[in-house]
């Protein structure tokens, strides 16, 4: 194999764009992600908010959400894409579905976390005549941090996952590089080298959140 063929200032700028969709899209996944998490625990069975017809409805849009492979889901939301950004091409042409994508992943995982709480300090607090909102912000989220932190690190790698299969469309990124160098002109040593840079990215994100989770659990 000849490295030297490689043009390194494109693997560098794959890797940026792809760090860049990997970040914009996290931040969003979370802004509407736990929120959605925190809602669908809220009107859960025997939760602070219990509502049936309100939780079976949000369930049913994230487990629909989930169900739908994500390279489907690239090219069903081209249109809506378009409305939002005004291109279905490029970063900005991903995150869009890369977020819709991940949101109900994350909520789902929030839920989850949150479900794992102690009731006793829900029960404790409720005692003391704090409010919803009270014990949501100042109990609940600080006391599933760890969880929550745990989750974002997942959803992360979900995402750069994600977005090296959006450069099936023309996403961007070093999906985009190695499907149009190392697969359609057959290029092995663009492949080889992406997907390292994916394998690395992967772990990087694994340690840092694992650190996040560490440094935030209570001994």
């Not at 509502?51 to 939301?77: D, E, T």
């Not at 994350?106 to 829900?122: M, Q, S």
């Not at 394998?199 to 989770?213: A, E, K, P, R, S």
Request: charged share 10%.
């Amino acid at each position: 194999m000849d490295f030297s063929v490689i043009d390194w200032e494109d693997i560098l700028q794959a890797t940026l764009d792809t760090l860049t969709m990997t970040g914009v899209s996290l931040v969003f996944t979370i802004l509407l992600g736990l929120p959605l998490g925190v809602l669908l625990f809220l009107t859960g069975k025997k939760q602070l908010l219990e509502q049936r017809g309100i939780y079976a409805l949000l369930s049913f849009v994230v487990n629909m959400l989930r169900s739908v492979p994500f390279i489907i889901l690239l090219i069903v939301l081209i249109p809506l894409t378009l409305i939002l950004v005004g291109t279905s091409l490029g970063v900005a042409g991903t995150i869009p579905p890369l977020v819709i994508g991940t949101t109900p992943f994350f909520a789902r995982l929030v839920e989850n976390v949150l479900r794992e709480v102690d009731k006793g300090i829900i029960e404790a607090c409720q005692a003391m005549g704090a409010k919803t909102h009270q014990i949501i912000l100042q109990a609940l989220l600080p006391e599933a941090l760890p969880g929550l932190l745990a989750a974002a690190t997942v959803t992360t790698i979900a995402l750069v996952s994600y977005s090296a299969m959006s450069g099936v469309i023309g996403g961007g990124g070093l999906g985009d590089l190695a499907l149009r160098y190392g697969y359609q002109r057959f290029q092995t040593e663009v492949m080889i080298v992406t997907v390292a840079i994916l394998v690395i990215l992967v772990q990087l994100f694994q340690w840092w959140g694992d650190l996040l989770v560490a440094k935030f659990t209570r001994k």
